[in-house]
């Protein structure tokens, strides 16, 4: 019936598996004795056995080794004597010149294999036992070759014509015609006359060729001449994509990725070819992972081309549909990309081959399209289509329903949160209203934080239920990024206003962390066998080409056995790529948590985390957050210079990777940098190709766009510009406040006082202060709560220095945190604000605390100059020379007013020296 | 008249040419447009016909002198002379490979001729090795077949031909027919570009070797290849073109050129089943059922093109002139794809799905790139409720020919079948893209939109109302357009479609529960309004019909007529005249 699948593994009688009969018959002739005639060795004997048991595991290839490339790879044995076998497997491959000598061939196989009358056996006699892998390959090939038609054995017979026809016009032209092929030969050899005169014909030849001799490494023939390679030389396709590849992305990755590509870095000059079902299952799988990985970057032409092969090759394997779908998708083709989809969904319903869902019980009558959905969903969702992807979200979550896919609802589920979570709130409220919410049972009044905290929540409960691990973690993840960044009401609510209270609870955001990596522990094989599989085979056989020549073949001999598969994993590869992701996740999350929490070393050290042990197996924008935030941390706590020279490697590392990450960071640096320096025009101009980056579309890229109008406002407000840095300031906040976006509230209202500080309007920057700090209080803000409070503590000692004493005990109630996690900067204004303080106090006399002073006043000094804040640090010189002043040094003082003179130049002197890394 | 006669005489020449090459096929369609041709009553003597066939190469000979302009309707067409035949008598071997090459012993043909260096010797025995590598590859198609689908047999002797005739043309000593069989090897090896060029050259300098135009139309996949070739101006190019556009979807383009070919070849059996399948296209069922009993008049053992008829008799439901069509057929020849799509049909007809699976199944391992065969296959399994069988068979169809409307329509239905409206939506754009004219596609989309699971109506509207464009047959659209409006609350646009549909409805005579539903809206609607005369027109129009309509009718008349009789009846008692 058309729609279902095709039995795979139908074996039938091929030239290869002929030559291999041959091989087995010379290995166990049953006339010979001890050490049969072509050997000289018992260990070279030995060694052709090992070959043979290799290749025939490998039977069940869709593409069969030619002979060259069969005869290069017995090679591998080492033994002296393989010319004379490769010699004896081509003359009797050519004496089959009717179907009859087949028949023989065949018959004379059965004497290879133990009769019934095995118990006569002498011992120093070989003979295969019938029970073994050998004997029960050569009795599948014996069974093939007489249940086919005689049409089946003609076939046969013409294949085995051209299969050895290559190598014998190669090896002795003239003599081909000895042979009963021989009118075929000389017809090829006419042609081959002829076809001098073709240029297009001569010039793709000519390609392969020179492709041919790049990739060789071993001369391919001993017997002279090249030997005339079809227009489509199927080992071509390894060829062609893997270089393309290596250039394309430079570093480990890309070279520990060839390695697992093509499952041994040497096989194609030798002609290995390892392709069973299987390891093309596998082969796709690590495709698809690499496609993740690598995202826009892979490329997209190669695999093209690959899987145009494959689809030639293998026409029902459907899942070359699917990885075309990927790398579309990958790509931003996104009319491909549905195409591909729509096509492979439409030929395989589904089933074949989808994680999670075992081939054989996934056999009903009804196909799994709701997977289809659940692809189409997140593919416009990764478009940009929010209302499509709802729609077709919440058609999957119905079909999943009515086929009780419990599995895919679980998936659906966990990604409309995503989606909601991602789109965020602005638009959303109207798209869910729009159609029907996605779980029936939802109260459309839930405003859509609850209803993504309710998804969240069942979409959990699902996937434990169903003991989905990897589901189980990557929703606790969701879980905690929802409670990072949603600012929650409290559940109970009376009254209009003593309900506003909104917080943020930490706990929570660690409580679902952990739970998400609990997963590395328990981890067990929820995966597929198929990636096992198809890499284990792989590895395998890459395993024995390395062992050739050592002795270390002889103590390994079973090596076939799936008990000890893992001793054939070269690397520690027993957790899926998948797994280890979601588990790197965690730990970015945890950086991002600690980050907005206010721990910049504990930030750090989980972005450092996730750079070396997870980077192998992140996805590239994964990858590059986590280095931004290192870069960012060293910006704040080693100067510009270090982090300067880091972006720059950085930079060099994802330089194919979509850049916005990368470039967004490197402006937020500049602009920091040239607001220090006090290069207002310049940060001006950063300030705006900021804001140039984000989407103009409303409510998108919210985060990016408030990140850009709060630096205007710090701008205007380092050039003194207050009436309008306040203007945009308050406007800042007003978008803030639309959109939900709690945290930048609290820091806006931190500038907000920080700019009335600067306009000499303390009174009115108190309050601001006062709020930011309560807000920073609820929701857990401790760094940016520090910084509040020493902002408030500025302000008293603005207002007069009657409150310098409340002024300092506020300074020294938020030093602990300063000095713990805060950065330069801050630190540096810690301390000034401190030495103000004792200055401006009636009661301070100089001789007694000038040491506290004088401490502090020259940390922040030092600290200031690694940032090259001018402004502050011309300010801390200037306390230190008012400082000295009083206590009569007079020396000292002079080199701090130098120092202070030096600092007010550079100010002034706006430099307009070309930056070179704005460009 | 003499354009007519130059048409005809061209095509007698080129008839024994094509022959002689064994271009059968090409042969016999030429051969049936020289019949097609309008006979002149007067030059139509049995002794003029006998002359010019007994004196063909004096007359040749003659006429490659002259200039042959066929001004048609301002058309100037470019003169192509008539070959001149190398050698006219053939040799011994051709006639002996010939003779094989009829008998279908290709390799024998071939080997004939291994040594003869004219080039209508080697031309044949390029073509018998084509011929015998296709022969081969079928058979291994069977031999070698899995399930039904795709296998990967392949003509083993293309890459020998593609290199002997390259060689030849390099040589310059090709001529049209080698062009026309090196292009065919191009075509199926895959590099199509260059096999249009070198169909465009053989077509070009032998105009009337219809195979070659065929090759060339499977070819021109866009508009804009078609209108790129740079073809000569003959009157086969004509033909050529009015094919193109029919494949290319421009019905009305190539009707039009039907049409005029028509006025040259007005008996054509060939043109007639053209115009069929164009009118087809255009669902004009009932003209397709009057050109193919005229055709099965005129040529009652014809098979081909008898599956679309089958199609429209299946559409009109016509049990006994498709069971009558399917016994001929099936006696004229039973293992022809066609014939196994009629009798498909026929069982379909009859709803015995299974049965008709197996004949379409038949038609497909006869010609596996057979489209309609997996398309219908497609509609069977729907019927059967095997949606992914269905969904698989669709998928291929439209494999085989992307712009297979019919298929992407089918996958959509499939889907829709299974709940899934939004998946289906993505087939159903695809299908009305494809054919933007065709109501039921917009319906059908429309549906989808309506589903409750997606209840998109704005959209729903849309697609309705391009349906009622679209000469809608079934008359749903306009229905479905006024409840929707109604549904959403807009009551001028409802009452403005069920005036429409009620328009419709009384002009096609028709009646029934939507006459009805019309006609309360309308009186409802009427009356809210203060439209008293139109609502008790409508009212009136009720009372005909009998059930709860009529009561309701009653009762709006008598709240009417309160109103109208109470309102001036105050206000005569206020003002007395």
């Given at each position: 019936?058309?729609?279902?699948?095709?039995?795979?593994?139908?074996?039938?009688?091929?030239?290869?598996?002929?030559?291999?009969?041959?091989?087995?018959?010379?290995?166990?002739?049953?006339?010979?004795?001890?050490?049969?005639?072509?050997?000289?060795?018992?260990?070279?004997?030995?060694?052709?056995?090992?070959?043979?048991?290799?290749?025939?595991?490998?039977?069940?290839?869709?593409?069969?080794?030619?002979?060259?490339?069969?005869?290069?790879?017995?090679?591998?044995?080492?033994?002296?004597?393989?010319?004379?076998?490769?010699?004896?497997?081509?003359?009797?491959?050519?004496?089959?010149?009717?179907?009859?000598?087949?028949?023989?061939?065949?018959?004379?196989?059965?004497?290879?294999?133990?009769?019934?009358?095995?118990?006569?056996?002498?011992?120093?006699?070989?003979?295969?036992?019938?029970?073994?892998?050998?004997?029960?390959?050569?009795?599948?090939?014996?069974?093939?070759?007489?249940?086919?038609?005689?049409?089946?054995?003609?076939?046969?017979?013409?294949?085995?014509?051209?299969?050895?026809?290559?190598?014998?016009?190669?090896?002795?032209?003239?003599?081909?015609?000895?042979?009963?092929?021989?009118?075929?030969?000389?017809?090829?050899?006419?042609?081959?006359?002829?076809?001098?005169?073709?240029?297009?014909?001569?010039?793709?030849?000519?390609?392969?060729?020179?492709?041919?001799?790049?990739?060789?490494?071993?001369?391919?023939?001993?017997?002279?001449?090249?030997?005339?390679?079809?227009?489509?030389?199927?080992?071509?396709?390894?060829?062609?994509?893997?270089?393309?590849?290596?250039?394309?992305?430079?570093?480990?990755?890309?070279?520990?990725?060839?390695?697992?590509?093509?499952?041994?870095?040497?096989?194609?000059?030798?002609?290995?070819?390892?392709?069973?079902?299987?390891?093309?299952?596998?082969?796709?799988?690590?495709?698809?992972?690499?496609?993740?990985?690598?995202?826009?970057?892979?490329?997209?032409?190669?695999?093209?081309?690959?899987?145009?092969?494959?689809?030639?090759?293998?026409?029902?394997?459907?899942?070359?549909?699917?990885?075309?779908?990927?790398?579309?998708?990958?790509?931003?083709?996104?009319?491909?990309?549905?195409?591909?989809?729509?096509?492979?969904?439409?030929?395989?319903?589904?089933?074949?081959?989808?994680?999670?869902?075992?081939?054989?019980?996934?056999?009903?009558?009804?196909?799994?399209?709701?997977?289809?959905?659940l692809?189409?969903?997140?593919?416009?969702?990764?478009?940009?289509?929010?209302?499509?992807?709802?729609?077709?979200l919440t058609?999957a979550v119905?079909?999943s329903q009515?086929?009780?896919?419990d599995t895919c609802l679980a998936y659906t589920l966990a990604a409309i949160c995503n989606l909601l979570?991602?789109?965020?709130?602005?638009?959303?409220?109207?798209?869910?209203?729009?159609?029907?919410?996605p779980v029936?049972?939802?109260?459309?009044?839930?405003?859509?934080?609850?209803?993504l905290?309710v998804l969240l929540k069942e979409s959990l409960k699902r996937a434990?239920?169903l003991?989905?691990?990897?589901l189980?973690?990557?929703n606790?993840?969701a879980?905690?990024?929802?409670?990072?960044?949603?600012?929650?009401?409290?559940?109970?609510?009376?009254?209009?206003?003593?309900?506003?209270?909104?917080?943020?609870?930490?706990?929570?955001?660690?409580?679902?962390?952990?739970?998400?990596?609990?997963?590395?522990?328990?981890?067990?094989?929820?995966?597929?066998?198929?990636?096992?599989?198809?890499?284990?085979?792989?590895?395998?056989?890459?395993?024995?080409?390395?062992?050739?020549?050592?002795?270390?073949?002889?103590?390994?001999?079973?090596?076939?056995?799936?008990?000890?598969?893992?001793?054939?994993?070269?690397?520690?590869?027993?957790?899926?790529?998948?797994?280890?992701?979601?588990?790197?996740?965690?730990?970015?999350?945890?950086?991002?948590?600690?980050?907005?929490?206010?721990?910049?070393?504990?930030?750090?050290?989980?972005?450092?985390?996730?750079?070396?042990?997870?980077?192998?197996?992140?996805?590239?924008?994964?990858?590059?957050?986590?280095?931004?935030?290192?870069?960012?941390?060293?910006?704040?706590?080693?100067?510009?210079?270090?982090?300067?020279?880091?972006?720059?490697?950085?930079?060099?590392?994802?330089?194919?990777?979509?850049?916005?990450?990368?470039?967004?960071?490197?402006?937020?640096?500049?602009?920091?940098?040239?607001?220090?320096?006090?290069?207002?025009?310049?940060?001006?101009?950063?300030?705006?190709?900021?804001?140039?980056?984000?989407?103009?579309?409303?409510?998108?890229?919210?985060?990016?766009?408030?990140?850009?109008?709060?630096?205007?406002?710090?701008?205007?407000?380092?050039?003194?510009?207050?009436?309008?840095?306040?203007?945009?300031?308050?406007?800042?906040?007003?978008?803030?406040?639309?959109?939900?976006?709690?945290?930048?509230?609290?820091?806006?209202?931190?500038?907000?006082?920080?700019?009335?500080?600067?306009?000499?309007?303390?009174?009115?920057?108190?309050?601001?202060?006062?709020?930011?700090?309560?807000?920073?209080?609820?929701?857990?803000?401790?760094?940016?709560?520090?910084?509040?409070?020493?902002?408030?503590?500025?302000?008293?000692?603005?207002?007069?220095?009657?409150?310098?004493?409340?002024?300092?005990?506020?300074?020294?109630?938020?030093?602990?945190?300063?000095?713990?996690?805060?950065?330069?900067?801050?630190?540096?204004?810690?301390?000034?604000?401190?030495?103000?303080?004792?200055?401006?106090?009636?009661?301070?006399?100089?001789?007694?605390?000038?040491?506290?002073?004088?401490?502090?006043?020259?940390?922040?000094?030092?600290?200031?100059?690694?940032?090259?804040?001018?402004?502050?640090?011309?300010?801390?010189?200037?306390?230190?020379?008012?400082?000295?002043?009083?206590?009569?040094?007079?020396?000292?003082?002079?080199?701090?007013?130098?120092?202070?003179?030096?600092?007010?130049?550079?100010?002034?002197?706006?430099?307009?020296?070309?930056?070179?890394?704005?460009? | 008249?003499?354009?007519?006669?130059?048409?005809?005489?061209?095509?007698?020449?080129?008839?024994?040419?094509?022959?002689?090459?064994?271009?059968?096929?090409?042969?016999?369609?030429?051969?049936?447009?020289?019949?097609?041709?309008?006979?002149?009553?007067?030059?139509?003597?049995?002794?003029?016909?006998?002359?010019?066939?007994?004196?063909?190469?004096?007359?040749?000979?003659?006429?490659?002198?002259?200039?042959?302009?066929?001004?048609?309707?301002?058309?100037?067409?470019?003169?192509?002379?008539?070959?001149?035949?190398?050698?006219?008598?053939?040799?011994?071997?051709?006639?002996?490979?010939?003779?094989?090459?009829?008998?279908?012993?290709?390799?024998?043909?071939?080997?004939?001729?291994?040594?003869?260096?004219?080039?209508?010797?080697?031309?044949?025995?390029?073509?018998?090795?084509?011929?015998?590598?296709?022969?081969?590859?079928?058979?291994?198609?069977?031999?070698?077949?899995?399930?039904?689908?795709?296998?990967?047999?392949?003509?083993?002797?293309?890459?020998?031909?593609?290199?002997?005739?390259?060689?030849?043309?390099?040589?310059?000593?090709?001529?049209?027919?080698?062009?026309?069989?090196?292009?065919?090897?191009?075509?199926?090896?895959?590099?199509?570009?260059?096999?249009?060029?070198?169909?465009?050259?053989?077509?070009?300098?032998?105009?009337?070797?219809?195979?070659?135009?065929?090759?060339?139309?499977?070819?021109?996949?866009?508009?804009?290849?078609?209108?790129?070739?740079?073809?000569?101006?003959?009157?086969?190019?004509?033909?050529?073109?009015?094919?193109?556009?029919?494949?290319?979807?421009?019905?009305?383009?190539?009707?039009?050129?039907?049409?005029?070919?028509?006025?040259?070849?007005?008996?054509?059996?060939?043109?007639?089943?053209?115009?069929?399948?164009?009118?087809?296209?255009?669902?004009?069922?009932?003209?397709?059922?009057?050109?193919?009993?005229?055709?099965?008049?005129?040529?009652?053992?014809?098979?081909?093109?008898?599956?679309?008829?089958?199609?429209?008799?299946?559409?009109?439901?016509?049990?006994?002139?498709?069971?009558?069509?399917?016994?001929?057929?099936?006696?004229?020849?039973?293992?022809?794809?066609?014939?196994?799509?009629?009798?498909?049909?026929?069982?379909?007809?009859?709803?015995?799905?299974?049965?008709?699976?197996?004949?379409?199944?038949?038609?497909?391992?006869?010609?596996?790139?057979?489209?309609?065969?997996?398309?219908?296959?497609?509609?069977?399994?729907?019927?059967?409720?095997?949606?992914?069988?269905?969904?698989?068979?669709?998928?291929?169809?439209?494999?085989?020919?992307?712009?297979?409307?019919?298929?992407?329509?089918?996958?959509?239905?499939?889907?829709?079948?299974?709940?899934?409206?939004?998946?289906?939506?993505?087939?159903?754009?695809?299908?009305?893209?494809?054919?933007?004219?065709?109501?039921?596609?917009?319906?059908?989309?429309?549906?989808?939109?309506?589903?409750?699971?997606?209840?998109?109506?704005?959209?729903?509207?849309?697609?309705?109302?391009?349906?009622?464009?679209?000469?809608?047959?079934?008359?749903?659209?306009?229905?479905?357009?006024?409840?929707?409006?109604?549904?959403?609350?807009?009551?001028?646009?409802?009452?403005?479609?069920?005036?429409?549909?009620?328009?419709?409805?009384?002009?096609?005579?028709?009646?029934?529960?939507?006459?009805?539903?019309?006609?309360?809206?309308?009186?409802?609607?009427?009356?809210?309004?203060?439209?008293?005369?139109?609502?008790?027109?409508?009212?009136?129009?009720?009372?005909?019909?009998?059930?709860?309509?009529?009561?309701?009718?009653?009762?709006?008349?008598?709240?009417?007529?309160?109103?109208?009789?109470?309102?001036?009846?105050?206000?005569?008692?206020?003002?007395?005249?």
């Amino acid at each position: 019936m058309a729609g279902i699948l095709k039995v795979p593994g139908a074996f039938d009688v091929t030239p290869h598996k002929v030559s291999l009969c041959i091989l087995l018959q010379v290995y166990a002739s049953p006339n010979q004795l001890f050490v049969p005639f072509p050997f000289s060795s018992f260990a070279q004997h030995n060694r052709l056995g090992l070959f043979l048991l290799a290749l025939t595991k490998s039977c069940d290839d869709i593409l069969e080794p030619k002979l060259h490339e069969l005869i290069n790879q017995s090679r591998e044995i080492g033994s002296s004597s393989i010319d004379w076998l490769a010699d004896h497997l081509i003359s009797r491959l050519s004496s089959l010149s009717s179907p009859d000598d087949l028949f023989n061939l065949f018959t004379e196989m059965r004497g290879v294999l133990a009769g019934q009358d095995a118990g006569i056996v002498e011992d120093d006699q070989i003979i295969l036992d019938p029970n073994s892998n050998l004997g029960i390959f050569l009795r599948r090939c014996i069974l093939a070759f007489n249940l086919l038609s005689f049409e089946g054995v003609c076939h046969l017979l013409t294949n085995i014509a051209s299969y050895c026809k290559e190598v014998l016009s190669s090896r002795a032209p003239h003599e081909a015609h000895l042979d009963g092929s021989g009118v075929n030969l000389m017809e090829a050899s006419e042609y081959e006359n002829m076809d001098l005169e073709n240029l297009v014909f001569e010039k793709v030849t000519e390609e392969i060729e020179a492709k041919k001799k790049a990739g060789e490494r071993i001369p391919f023939h001993l017997h002279v001449p090249t030997p005339i390679f079809g227009l489509v030389e199927d080992t071509d396709i390894e060829l062609s994509a893997k270089p393309t590849f290596k250039q394309s992305t430079k570093g480990k990755e890309a070279i520990s990725y060839a390695m697992t590509l093509d499952g041994s870095s040497g096989a194609v000059d030798h002609g290995f070819f390892l392709r069973s079902n299987w390891q093309i299952q596998g082969y796709l799988l690590e495709q698809t992972d690499a496609i993740e990985k690598h995202g826009s970057s892979f490329p997209l032409n190669a695999l093209e081309f690959m899987l145009g092969q494959l689809q030639k090759l293998a026409p029902e394997l459907h899942r070359v549909h699917f990885l075309r779908y990927l790398n579309s998708l990958y790509h931003d083709d996104y009319a491909s990309a549905l195409e591909n989809l729509h096509k492979y969904f439409d030929y395989s319903a589904g089933i074949e081959g989808f994680d999670g869902i075992p081939p054989s019980s996934g056999f009903n009558n009804s196909g799994r399209y709701e997977i289809a959905l659940l692809c189409s969903g997140m593919l416009h969702f990764h478009f940009g289509h929010p209302k499509q992807a709802v729609e077709a979200l919440t058609e999957a979550v119905r079909v999943s329903q009515q086929h009780s896919n419990d599995t895919c609802l679980a998936y659906t589920l966990a990604a409309i949160c995503n989606l909601l979570s991602e789109i965020g709130i602005s638009n959303a409220s109207g798209l869910l209203g729009s159609s029907y919410s996605p779980v029936a049972n939802m109260g459309t009044s839930l405003s859509i934080h609850q209803q993504l905290f309710v998804l969240l929540k069942e979409s959990l409960k699902r996937a434990e239920s169903l003991k989905l691990k990897r589901l189980v973690a990557s929703n606790h993840l969701a879980m905690a990024k929802f409670h990072l960044m949603h600012v929650q009401r409290p559940v109970l609510s009376f009254g209009p206003k003593a309900s506003m209270k909104l917080i943020t609870s930490p706990i929570n955001v660690c409580k679902e962390l952990r739970l998400s990596s609990n997963l590395i522990s328990d981890f067990d094989i929820e995966s597929s066998m198929m990636i096992t599989d198809g890499s284990l085979s792989t590895t395998w056989l890459k395993n024995l080409h390395r062992q050739r020549g050592s002795s270390v073949i002889f103590e390994e001999t079973e090596p076939g056995n799936r008990s000890n598969a893992s001793s054939f994993f070269s690397q520690p590869n027993s957790i899926p790529g998948s797994v280890s992701q979601l588990v790197g996740a965690s730990y970015l999350l945890r950086a991002t948590a600690w980050e907005m929490y206010g721990s910049a070393p504990l930030a750090r050290m989980n972005a450092l985390v996730y750079a070396t042990c997870f980077a192998d197996c992140a996805s590239s924008v994964d990858a590059a957050v986590a280095y931004g935030k290192l870069i960012q941390y060293l910006a704040a706590y080693k100067g510009y210079k270090a982090a300067f020279a880091a972006l720059k490697t950085v930079e060099e590392k994802f330089i194919s990777v979509s850049k916005s990450q990368i470039m967004v960071l490197k402006l937020q640096l500049l602009h920091e940098r040239a607001l220090h320096r006090g290069h207002s025009k310049l940060a001006q101009q950063i300030c705006d190709e900021l804001a140039v980056l984000s989407s103009p579309v409303t409510g998108v890229d919210m985060d990016l766009k408030a990140e850009a109008s709060f630096r205007h406002a710090r701008t205007l407000l380092a050039a003194k510009q207050f009436s309008e840095a306040a203007a945009v300031a308050h406007a800042l906040f007003c978008m803030c406040y639309k959109f939900n976006l709690r945290v930048q509230d609290a820091s806006t209202l931190l500038l907000l006082a920080e700019i009335h500080k600067k306009s000499g309007n303390a009174v009115l920057g108190i309050p601001y202060a006062l709020a930011s700090l309560s807000f920073c209080e609820s929701f857990n803000l401790d760094l940016l709560k520090a910084s509040a409070t020493l902002t408030l503590a500025e302000l008293w000692l603005s207002l007069g220095s009657i409150h310098a004493k409340r002024a300092l005990t506020l300074i020294h109630s938020a030093l602990p945190m300063i000095l713990g996690h805060g950065g330069l900067e801050l630190r540096a204004r810690a301390h000034i604000a401190e030495a103000k303080c004792h200055l401006s106090d009636a009661s301070f006399s100089v001789p007694e605390t000038s040491g506290v002073v004088l401490d502090s006043l020259r940390q922040a000094c030092d600290e200031l100059q690694i940032l090259e804040y001018h402004e502050l640090a011309a300010e801390a010189f200037y306390l230190m020379a008012i400082t000295f002043d009083k206590m009569g040094q007079l020396e000292e003082r002079e080199q701090a007013a130098s120092s202070f003179q030096k600092h007010i130049m550079a100010l002034e002197k706006v430099t307009d020296e070309e930056d070179p890394l704005l460009k | 008249m003499g354009s007519k006669e130059i048409c005809r005489n061209e095509l007698r020449i080129a008839v024994r040419q094509l022959s002689d090459r064994c271009l059968y096929s090409a042969s016999k369609w030429a051969a049936e447009q020289l019949v097609g041709i309008e006979l002149d009553p007067v030059k139509f003597t049995p002794s003029n016909t006998r002359f010019q066939r007994g004196s063909s190469s004096i007359r040749r000979r003659f006429r490659t002198n002259e200039i042959m302009s066929t001004p048609i309707a301002g058309v100037s067409y470019v003169s192509t002379p008539v070959m001149e035949e190398d050698d006219i008598v053939d040799g011994d071997f051709y006639l002996l490979a010939k003779s094989y090459f009829d008998c279908r012993e290709y390799r024998r043909a071939a080997h004939v001729l291994r040594d003869q260096s004219g080039k209508k010797a080697v031309f044949l025995r390029c073509y018998a090795l084509y011929l015998a590598g296709e022969n081969r590859k079928d058979e291994e198609n069977i031999e070698l077949e899995g399930p039904l689908g795709k296998s990967d047999a392949v003509n083993k002797e293309l890459v020998s031909l593609e290199r002997e005739l390259s060689m030849l043309r390099k040589n310059g000593s090709i001529d049209p027919f080698g062009l026309y069989l090196y292009g065919l090897v191009l075509k199926e090896k895959g590099s199509e570009h260059l096999a249009r060029n070198l169909l465009v050259e053989s077509v070009n300098s032998y105009p009337w070797n219809w195979s070659a135009w065929s090759e060339l139309q499977s070819l021109c996949t866009t508009i804009d290849i078609l209108h790129s070739l740079p073809l000569n101006n003959h009157w086969m190019k004509d033909f050529f073109l009015a094919g193109a556009y029919q494949e290319l979807r421009m019905h009305n383009e190539s009707l039009a050129k039907y049409e005029y070919l028509q006025g040259t070849f007005s008996f054509s059996n060939y043109i007639q089943a053209q115009i069929a399948k164009a009118q087809y296209s255009l669902r004009e069922f009932e003209q397709v059922e009057v050109i193919f009993e005229e055709l099965l008049r005129n040529d009652p053992y014809r098979v081909e093109d008898m599956d679309m008829y089958s199609n429209v008799l299946y559409a009109k439901e016509c049990f006994s002139a498709l069971s009558y069509l399917a016994h001929r057929v099936f006696m004229t020849d039973k293992y022809r794809p066609e014939s196994c799509c009629i009798i498909g049909n026929y069982y379909s007809l009859k709803g015995q799905h299974e049965k008709s699976v197996m004949y379409f199944r038949r038609a497909l391992k006869l010609n596996k790139n057979c489209l309609s065969a997996w398309t219908l296959m497609g509609h069977e399994y729907v019927e059967m409720k095997n949606t992914p069988a269905a969904v698989d068979a669709y998928r291929r169809a439209v494999d085989i020919n992307p712009c297979d409307y019919r298929a992407w329509y089918g996958l959509g239905q499939a889907y829709e079948m299974m709940g899934m409206p939004f998946y289906a939506l993505h087939y159903f754009r695809k299908s009305v893209f494809l054919q933007p004219s065709d109501s039921r596609l917009w319906i059908a989309m429309a549906q989808c939109y309506e589903t409750e699971q997606l209840h998109m109506l704005e959209e729903s509207i849309k697609c309705y109302r391009r349906a009622a464009n679209c000469n809608d047959r079934e008359a749903i659209a306009l229905h479905k357009l006024a409840k929707l409006h109604c549904e959403l609350g807009r009551l001028e646009e409802a009452a403005f479609y069920y005036k429409k549909d009620l328009e419709r409805m009384e002009a096609e005579e028709r009646d029934g529960p939507n006459m009805v539903e019309a006609l309360l809206f309308l009186a409802t609607h009427g009356k809210d309004q203060k439209r008293f005369e139109e609502a008790e027109v409508y009212c009136t129009r009720l009372l005909d019909y009998t059930g709860p309509e009529k009561e309701t009718a009653k009762s709006l008349l008598r709240g009417m007529r309160m109103a109208q009789s109470g309102f001036p009846s105050m206000s005569a008692e206020h003002f007395p005249p």
